[in-house]
């Protein structure tokens, strides 16, 4: 049930899809975060060892499968943390996850059972915990991409919206600008990310959002001043610049500019820049380089992005495009 998103993903848009941490310890979770996989299982394997009912740990160990994209073994885990304890909120959230992710792949024979198990692990999970945003999120994604058959409802997504509003004012918005993009309705999603940002002027979601939905339009000329007004709200998520220099280098316009706000960037990164935002930012600049025809510095940095992330497949089409 997740998202696929593009490659300035890393850059400009929050994980709104994916819940947020539960269950396992900070340390765990850290060595989870940091891929220390084998070093977090051997934590968790302690803990079983003294209790081999620890439903918590047995979520964990369901999270270190997920890490590995392995949602199969971790829906496993899942399920042995809910015999346990079958009123958490979030086994039965990351039960549903974990189903979804292999639904994507199923045969169309095995998609309609495993809609329903996924519409009732998520449906259990907001029973839990009404207040649970990343619940609702999933019945959310649940319902906006399910056919009708399998109980897919775009009215039942929204009135899940309105319900993580009722929580979290600029998730909601943003959950229902979502909704009524897809629904291609623009000025309603333009009306409800703006929303957002009202909502919650010093965080960077609302922003994102509506300048995402702008370039997926392709109005370059009005993604930029949106990252602006988050650079004036918060100077410090310097990552806007990156966007500013994408969409100029998508426009094809104001170049010198794009190619500042990159190399900008690449002075003072944030702390911990993950290795796919920095595939990212070689691969902005690497486009404006080839706009302004300074082929060997494209290739340069291009060639930099695969570096960093090996997965980075526009990166890897641009540098053999590159004649």
């Known amino acids: 049930m997740r998202s696929t998103l593009m490659v ?37 394997q302690a803990l079983l060892k003294k209790n081999a009912s620890d439903d918590v740990a047995l979520h964990c160990m369901g999270m270190i499968y997920v890490a590995q994209d392995k949602s199969g073994d971790a829906e496993e885990w899942f399920e042995k943390a809910i015999k346990v304890n079958d009123n958490s909120s979030a086994h039965h959230l990351w039960l549903g996850n974990a189903i979804g992710d292999q639904a ?44 009708g058959v399998m109980g897919g409802s775009m009215d039942k997504a929204k009135e899940q ?49 509506l300048a995402s939905l702008y370039r997926r339009q392709k109005r370059y000329a009005d993604a930029v001043p949106v990252y602006e007004r988050l650079l004036k709200a918060r100077p ?38 993950p290795a796919a935002t920095m595939s990212s930012a070689h691969y902005i600049l690497g486009i404006i380089y080839e706009k302004q025809a300074k082929k060997d510095a494209a290739r340069e940095e291009y060639a930099a992005a695969v570096a960093a992330n090996p997965k980075n497949e526009e990166a890897k089409k641009a540098l053999a495009n590159l004649k």
């Open 104 to 147: 994507e792949h199923a045969s169309k024979l095995k998609q309609p059972f495993m809609a329903r198990r996924i519409k009732s692990e998520f449906e259990r999970a907001v029973q839990l915990d009404p207040t649970s945003i990343d619940a609702r999120h999933g019945l959310i994604q649940f319902y906006s991409q399910a056919p």
């Open 236 to 273: 410090d998520l310097v990552n806007a610049r990156l966007n500013i220099a994408y969409n100029l280098a998508l426009s094809g316009q104001g170049l010198d500019r794009g190619e500042r706000e990159a190399r900008q960037w690449f002075t003072e990164p944030p702390r911990d820049t």
């Open 161 to 209: 919206a309105r319900e993580i509003q009722k929580v979290n004012a600029m998730r909601g918005h943003i959950e229902m600008g979502s909704l009524l993009d897809r629904d291609k309705d623009v000025a309603g999603a333009e009306h409800e990310f703006e929303a957002a940002i009202v909502a919650s002027p010093d965080s960077a979601p609302g922003y994102n959002s």
């Open 8 to 44: 300035v993903a890393a850059v400009a848009i929050p994980m709104l899809v994916s819940p947020t941490h539960a269950q396992c310890a900070p340390g765990t979770q850290k060595l989870i975060d940091d891929h220390k996989l084998d070093e977090a299982r051997a934590e968790v």
